[in-house]
């Protein structure tokens, strides 16, 4: 494929050597005339372990060449991939300029264009950057259509400073966001001989999958250094125990606790945070991500009733009441929580939850049911159509097979859902909400 990448910092070299490599013919764009006249003559303008080899074998056989002039880049190639940095402003927010100085003048190559271009955006945006900002800049520049005279696309990179070629090779995971699926196919074609499963979702998943990663990815590297700050303060090696937690490969390095849903509860996880952050705070230790913790899921509960709050009725059916499906267990459950607020908030609620039901008769939780949640515990129904006949807005708390089942057949009647956990299939539907869709 003839390539044309826009931006030669540390993304788009490292691309513009591995595709060349490949036997892609690549036309590098720069502003920098350093950076311009050192590919042309073979040398990386940057410091990454492989890339100098790779960008000198290809420049040597012709396949990688670069320029200061951009509509003649986009002219002689079929793709474009934007790679331009994306800095932070003084107020955190991201500043686009390089990014929509190329999309003008990508678009403005276009207007003389006849053939059908892919504008590929691997600059790293905020979640509807390309649909709301690059496109409408291309198409005023251009005087042409998106979807209809040249295609979009989103493809973020994953490249890690020191081992960018490896990651190139040898990806787990390639990421498309596609306006219409001529603009995914093309760009699939890129990484058709590589490793890895390609994912193709909308512009907008793959920009906010992005932030996902590199969100996740700061948070884990905040978490080991507090961990570490608290067992060294103990007398016990940080190093060890977080080796020993990324050995759980079952639930500490999985996608067990990784599904967006409602807030945690129970017996262990509340607890434990509560006594790790007073034992820091007693070693005089900040640990704000830990302390942030409890906030942070007492704030999911809060949105879960401003949810409810939304509607107009006063008559809500919470199903489930326990702190996850499958248990009787009400320890600190946030659906404990939402009743209470409900209920003082003078809201008829009826609940239904088969294990709580259950314990209140014959289950080891009857004694706290009975004492600490008497009042919420007497609202409980023996069967899931009583709730339902008495509810104008239900609460779904569990992700049951009977709730999804319920969810989804439009066995509701027209009553409004708000789906804490996730158990509707239907998230496009007027009736249903959730806080985490």
């Known amino acids: 494929m003839n390539i044309s990448i826009f931006g030669l910092g540390y993304v788009g070299t490292v691309c513009a050597a591995c595709l ?41 056989a012709g396949r990688i060449r670069a320029t200061r002039e951009p509509a003649a880049a986009v002219l002689e190639t079929e793709l474009s991939l934007i790679c331009v940095g994306t800095p932070s402003r003084r107020n955190g ?47 005023r520049s251009s005087g042409k259509r998106a979807g209809v005279d040249f295609d979009v696309a989103v493809n973020p990179e994953f490249l890690r400073e020191g081992s960018a070629i490896d990651d190139y ?78 050995q759980d490969r079952k639930l500490n390095i999985s996608d067990a606790y990784m599904r967006p ?19 820091a705070e007693r070693m005089d230790l900040p640990v704000p991500m830990l302390s942030s913790i409890m906030a942070s899921n007492h704030w999911q509960i809060r949105r879960a009733f401003e949810l409810v709050e ?7 059916g919470l199903l489930g009441l326990s702190f996850k499906a499958g248990t009787d267990d009400l320890r600190e459950s946030p659906l404990v929580e939402l009743a209470q607020m409900l209920i003082d908030r003078g809201y008829q609620v009826s609940i239904f939850d088969r294990n709580v039901d259950y314990a209140r008769v014959h289950g080891a939780n009857r004694d706290f049911i009975d004492s600490r949640i008497s009042h919420i515990s007497a609202l ?57 869709w």
């Open 20 to 60: 060349a490599y490949r036997g892609h013919s690549v036309v590098g764009v720069d502003i920098s005339e350093d950076k311009v006249r050192l590919v042309n003559s073979g040398r990386s303008p940057i410091v990454e372990p492989g890339v100098a080899e790779l960008l000198g074998g290809a420049h040597s």
């Open 93 to 139: 927010d991201l500043d686009l300029h390089h990014v929509e100085e190329v999309a003008r003048e990508i678009g403005v190559a276009l207007r003389n264009k006849t053939a059908r271009h892919t504008v590929v955006v691997r600059s790293t945006v905020l979640p509807g950057t390309v649909r709301g900002g690059v496109i409408p800049l291309l198409e």
């Open 261 to 279: 849903a409602f807030a945690f509860g129970g017996s262990c996880l509340p607890k434990d945070l509560r006594a790790l952050k007073y034992r």
């Open 380 to 436: 409980l129904k023996s069967t899931l159509p009583e709730v339902v006949h008495c509810s104008d807005i239900i609460v779904v708390g569990h992700r049951s097979p009977e709730f999804e089942d319920l969810v989804d057949s439009h066995g509701l009647g027209g009553r409004k859902v708000v789906d804490l956990a996730g158990v509707s299939r239907n998230i496009a539907s007027d009736a249903i909400e959730g806080i985490c």
């Open 310 to 316: 939304s509607f107009e009725s006063r008559r809500v």
């Open 169 to 246: 090779w040898f990806p787990e995971v390639t990421l498309i966001g596609e306006m219409a699926p001529s603009a995914g196919d093309r760009v699939a074609a890129l990484y058709a001989d590589l490793p890895g499963k390609i994912v193709r979702d909308t512009l907008e998943a793959a920009e906010m999958i992005k932030y996902a990663c590199n969100a996740w990815h700061a948070s884990k590297i905040t978490f080991a250094n507090e961990i570490g700050a608290i067992a060294k303060s103990l007398g016990v090696d940080g190093r060890t125990v977080m080796d020993v937690v990324c």
